[in-house]
């Protein structure tokens, strides 16, 4: 079975710097999809970032990059220049390929990160 | 706005009542998911509906039943809930055969049971 690892339960940025938030994973498929999702205040899970293991090229989307390393199993989330708005709950997900068993998203226990002014 | 919308946000019910949580999902997906959130602990699937029917039920008590009328909408049945029950319920769907094949969540029914 698939594990997601997250073993900062609690982070704490200023804002304007970079922090990362790390994750690792257990699996024995080679293909599969990994996520970074975010939960403010408001529980609304809101999706950062998404990387598809084949590619080695990590993910960027706007300020959020991800280091995903395969061999060691690692996809941390990196935030550039945070803002107020970027305090929530941050969750490291991973998803099987479609074909083995569609969508069955396996969560990790998610960083609460603050971002102080 | 993620196009996937969960009525009611909040909800108080006795341990005898019956309420029933909807999901309406506007993206045209072809699956369905019922998550439990509780305090200190990861994200827990219980139901997942792909084409509306059930493909899984991670083993949770009779006392919560899904229905899944179409594509669009998903119902979760409570009766004779628990305390221990409480928690955030949160909704997904996805389009399976798509290539991330990413779940949408709607905002999630906070659930008290007293």
């Known amino acids: 079975a698939q594990t997601v690892t997250q073993s900062q339960p609690e982070m704490s940025v200023q804002e304007a710097e970079t922090v990362t938030l790390s994750c690792t994973y257990d699996t024995s498929e080679s293909d599969y999809y990994l996520f970074w999702y975010k939960q403010p205040p408001s529980r609304q899970m809101i999706l950062v970032i998404r990387q598809e293991a084949y590619k080695q090229q990590n993910a960027t989307e706007n300020r959020f990059s991800v280091n995903f390393q395969k061999a060691a199993k690692s996809f941390s989330l990196k935030i550039s220049d945070s803002q107020l708005g970027d305090a929530a709950m941050y969750f490291c997900?991973?998803?099987?390929?479609?074909?083995?068993?569609?969508?069955?998203?396996?969560f990790g226990e998610g960083t609460q990160l603050t971002v102080n002014p | 706005e993620t196009g996937v919308t969960q009525t009611p946000r909040h909800l108080v019910m006795g341990m005898t009542n019956k309420k029933s949580l909807k999901c309406e999902q506007h993206l045209g997906h072809n699956a369905m998911y019922w998550y439990k959130q509780s305090a200190k602990k990861p994200l827990e699937l219980m139901f997942v509906?792909?084409?509306?029917?059930?493909?899984e039920n991670n083993s949770v008590p009779s006392r919560f039943s899904p229905e899944c009328p179409n594509s669009s909408h998903l119902f979760l049945h409570l009766h004779t809930l628990q305390p221990e029950d409480s928690a955030l319920y949160l909704c997904?769907?996805?389009?399976?055969?798509?290539?991330?094949?990413?779940?949408?969540f709607g905002p999630g029914t906070r659930l008290t049971v007293l």
């Open positions: 997900a991973y998803n099987p390929p479609w074909e083995t068993s569609g969508s069955r998203l396996t």
């Open positions: 509906y792909s084409l509306e029917e059930r493909v």
């Open positions: 997904a769907s996805s389009q399976e055969d798509s290539s991330y094949n990413e779940q949408f």
